[in-house]
């Protein structure tokens, strides 16, 4: 039993010392708040050291088949959503990792997680981190606005105008608000909520009948929305502050408010329309690009990064949710709610799930500007 942990230390002791630093470059957990939480908490203690690098969605596919190409790589892990992974897959730019999923044998994901790791094929191409999705949050000062006989957790876009328009009676102020800043995320709440709620769909359902439909009543809401909605990249302060009443968001983004007034706020899912309930549910991977510098460094960054510890702490800092078995214990009050509403959303009756077309790569900013300049153009004459 010595002579094995002393062998488990050694070996310890020459990864360590033969990989002084993991480069993980990242489409995910960028904001400045959240890649503090990063460093001092979730990769403090990594061994060999994590070098986190962010990289913006719009360049990701870019760089990573610039790496791809060259004789060395640089890059010994990269994380990003199964969408932005999808090209990387096609281009044969990732590695089969499924050695990497058994050697992880005591995590616990789930099948749908592991499914969705194949990328529709046979082997698997990534490594699950976290999850989450967007949802809804309203100080409790609005619930009394709420249309009569309304359910806060089955609500339908009818009655979020109403109950929009109610507040704005009440209060004299435009209570609703929405991410449409110039780092906002605007652009989901169109691809993933309103218009197939409306319309059952994203792309093929982008004109016509049904998108006229969501789009006029959207106009309606944005009569009684807080204007400066454009100039808001995440919903926390004008929550915190009181000056918006009712968001829609990332959960991520929705946290800090609940963890720094979790008496004042509750969270719920996006409302129904005449095609149902529809939600965008976000999973990120971790993949080894094909000419990683060194695999056992890329492995040993996953490992850290999967660990329950890890994932609980993703979690309680940053408002993502573990793709493995995790105990959570007791979390922070405002984790509570938000993990309160993600269950509400993926649960709510009747709820779909919507996902965007993989394979975009570097027409993905193209893609979301249609949504934003289409919001500017039928909502607002300000330009985000």
Request: net charge positive; aromatic share 8%; hydrophobic share 45%.
């Amino acid at each position: 039993m010595k002579l094995k942990k002393l062998c488990t230390a050694l070996a310890a002791a020459l990864v360590t010392a033969a990989f002084a630093q993991v480069n993980v470059v990242s489409t995910q957990l960028r904001p400045v708040q959240e890649i503090e939480k990063v460093r001092t908490v979730l990769i403090k203690d990594a061994k060999p050291e994590i070098n986190w690098i962010g990289e913006d969605p719009n360049t990701y596919n870019t760089r990573l088949m610039a790496e791809s190409q060259a004789s060395s790589g640089k890059v010994h892990v990269t994380i990003a959503l199964d969408t932005e992974l999808s090209p990387l897959n096609a281009a044969g730019a990732l590695q089969d990792v499924d050695d990497v999923m058994g050697r992880l044998a005591n995590r616990e994901w789930s099948s749908a997680s592991k499914d969705l790791a194949k990328m529709g094929g046979n082997n698997t191409r990534f490594i699950p981190f976290l999850t989450n999705t967007f949802q809804m949050a309203a100080n409790k000062k609005a619930l009394q606005y709420l249309p009569q006989g309304a359910n806060i957790n089955n609500l339908t876009w009818a009655q979020t105008i109403q109950w929009a328009k109610n507040m704005k009676a009440a209060t004299g102020e435009d209570k609703f608000g929405l991410p449409g800043g110039p780092s906002g995320l605007i652009h989901r709440f169109f691809q993933g909520y309103a218009l197939p709620a409306y319309t059952g769909g994203v792309v093929r359902n982008f004109k016509g009948a049904d998108a006229e439909k969501m789009w006029a009543d959207l106009k309606d809401l944005w009569t009684v929305t807080n204007k400066r909605s454009t100039s808001y990249n995440a919903m926390e302060e004008p929550l915190k502050t009181g000056e918006v009443w009712v968001a829609f968001d990332h959960t991520a983004r929705l946290l800090p408010a609940l963890n720094d007034k979790p008496d004042d706020f509750v969270a719920f899912p996006a409302p129904s329309g005449p095609k149902g309930r529809f939600f965008m549910p976000v999973i990120s991977g971790l993949a080894i690009p094909k000419n990683t510098p060194d695999r056992a460094a890329s492995e040993a960054a996953i490992a850290h990064l999967t660990s329950p510890a890890v994932q609980a702490a993703a979690l309680r800092e940053v408002g993502w949710f573990p793709t493995v078995k995790t105990e959570i214990g007791s979390l922070p009050r405002g984790v509570q709610i938000a993990a309160i509403g993600v269950g509400q959303t993926f649960s709510a009756p009747g709820a779909r799930g919507a996902l965007l077309p993989s394979g975009l790569g570097a027409k993905n900013g193209e893609f979301n500007k249609v949504f934003i300049d289409s919001f500017q153009r039928i909502m607002c004459a300000t330009k985000i």
